[in-house]
């Protein structure tokens, strides 16, 4: 069972900059990567970035230049640097887990409760 938890969410002026982190408990037995997804309200979930575990890295293309993902020294540590935030960009953030082979067959398997940023204009 992996379990994660992520922490820095909050609220701030469009143009600024907020960095969440998340870690995990468990363990993976394979190549795995580690994402950020965000749903906003009314709107699907959808994936911000992902890290996969020899360090190849996916950006959503609205995001790119602007959100860094990046792992931590502990495994099962990632980060999501957030700068020239936007009003669109509110949403939950979650973090996410899985191996990498089942994440290209179904999506991530293990999610985190999600932390709440919003930015005002």
């Known amino acids: 069972q992996v379990r994660l938890a992520e922490s820095g969410g909050g609220s701030v002026q469009a143009g600024g900059s907020l960095r969440l982190s998340c870690s995990a408990s468990?363990?993976?037995?394979?190549?795995?990567?580690m994402g950020w997804f965000r749903q906003a309200p009314g709107n699907e979930r959808e994936e911000v970035a992902r890290i996969d575990e020899d360090g190849t890295i996916t950006y959503a293309d609205s995001v790119k230049g602007r959100f860094t993902i990046s792992k931590g020294n502990a495994k099962y540590t990632v980060y999501l640097q957030m700068n020239s935030l936007k009003p669109e960009d509110t949403a939950v953030y979650y973090c996410a887990t899985s191996l990498i082979s089942d994440y290209l067959a179904g999506g991530m398997l293990y999610w985190g409760k999600g932390t709440l940023v919003t930015i005002s204009s």
């Open positions: 468990g363990s993976l037995y394979g190549n795995y990567c």
